[in-house]
């Protein structure tokens, strides 16, 4: 009798494993696809409610507005410390334009052509992007 209770026992555990199992891709079929339609024939409140889902597990949406440098706050100026340290002009520029956008004009020496211009400027770019540096370059000529 008691190899009888065992093996209802076992038949029992089985039967609820596969009820479970069941139950569980039910439930992963629904959340895969709560639409419930082929891509192909999705209108646009599906790609709505997909972009509004996509937006609720997007985390990096408000790292990317705070990357222009215009949009960060100033940073507090003591003047008393600039005084105590010498107080020049350059000093005091430094520390008010310290984390703000700068403009920088660069002449390339000798006597180079548009294309020669043009290589050099794409190097020093592309060494200050290298370096976490907004860079945009404009020659010259385009801004005349």
């Known amino acids: 009798m008691t190899r009888y209770n065992h093996l209802q026992f076992l038949f029992k555990?089985?039967?609820?494993?596969?009820?479970?199992?069941?139950a569980s891709s039910k439930d992963s079929k629904q959340?895969?696809?709560?639409?419930?339609?082929?891509v192909a024939d999705y209108n646009d409140v599906d790609?709505?409610?997909?972009l509004d889902q996509w937006n609720e597990n997007d985390e990096d949406d408000e790292d990317e507005d705070t990357d222009d440098p215009r949009l960060k706050p100033r940073p507090?100026?003591?003047?008393?410390?600039?005084?105590?340290?010498?107080?020049?002009?350059e000093e005091i520029l430094k520390a008010s334009k310290k984390g703000q956008p700068l403009m920088i004009f660069a002449n390339v020496a000798g006597n180079p052509s548009r294309k020669e211009t043009e290589t050099v400027s794409a190097l020093w770019q592309t060494s200050l992007r290298n370096n976490q540096i907004q860079v945009q370059r404009i020659t010259q000529l385009e801004w005349l």
């Open 47 to 50: 790609v709505e409610k997909l």
């Open 31 to 38: 959340k895969v696809n709560k639409i419930g339609k082929n």
């Open 13 to 22: 555990l089985f039967l609820l494993f596969n009820i479970l199992i069941v």
């Open 76 to 89: 507090k100026i003591n003047m008393e410390e600039i005084f105590k340290a010498g107080g020049s002009q």
